[in-house]
């Protein structure tokens, strides 16, 4: 499962990280890159104001036991009449199944949770998509550039949500330690943190601006 869904092989997963090349003459990118961060405030201002949320977590997520913290701002927003549903990387984390399993804990109800493959075709329909501690597997890098270590791997396509807010603790890489170009497309917010401070701060903001 992991081998297909990195696309490498059993060695490399079991052995090794992802190795970065050098870039190729002439390839290095030295345009200026800006993010734009969120806060609080507007991060549930967009979440209250959306149709359709999709939540992509990833290994940050676990790191930081934030996952009651995120299946209570689930919950916010089921209570406010809007759809909200997880997206769920084969490999998010560092073993297959783990996001399933920590959402199962935090009571989030199966029928809630969606598979890569089923939530992919369906981010375009998607107002706001909120990706907690994940980076590799949301990076488009892997569908962009041939020459991206990660080339051919399979990603959420969490860039095409109408926006797309990233809670992350810093801008660094993931696991691969390389960028991700999603933090600098127009549709992108960073909310930086600590995942479980910021979802409940998050969470209790949603609840707020449902219940005015």
């Not at 959402?103 to 109800?109: D, I, N, S, W």
């Not at 706001?128 to 962009?144: F, K, L, P, Q, R």
Request: hydrophobic residues 45%; proline residues 6%; contains cysteine.
């Amino acid at each position: 499962i992991m081998c297909d869904a990195m696309n490498r092989d059993i060695m490399n997963v079991i052995f090794g990280g992802i190795s970065v090349p050098a870039k190729k003459p002439g390839a290095i990118d030295t345009a200026p890159k800006v993010h734009v961060e969120a806060g609080v405030d507007s991060a549930a201002a967009q979440l209250a104001a959306a149709k359709s949320v999709v939540i992509v977590p990833g290994y940050g997520m676990a790191v930081a036991r934030a996952q009651s913290a995120v299946a209570d701002l689930a919950n916010a927003l089921r209570a406010g009449g809007i759809q909200c549903r997880f997206g769920i990387h084969p490999v998010a984390g560092r073993m297959p199944g783990q996001m399933n399993v920590l959402l199962a804990e935090a009571g989030v109800p199966y029928d809630w949770v969606l598979e890569m493959e089923e939530i992919n075709p369906d981010m375009d329909n998607t107002d706001v998509c909120v990706v907690i501690g994940a980076n590799d597997i949301t990076n488009s890098a892997a569908e962009e550039d041939p020459d991206c270590p990660i080339a051919g791997m399979p990603v959420m396509q969490v860039w095409k949500a109408k926006k797309t807010i990233f809670m992350k603790r810093s801008m660094a890489g993931g696991y691969a330690d390389i960028e991700n170009p999603v933090f600098f497309k127009e549709s992108t917010e960073m909310l930086l943190g600590d995942a479980k401070e910021k979802t409940d701060e998050l969470a209790r903001k949603v609840k707020e601006i449902l219940a005015a």
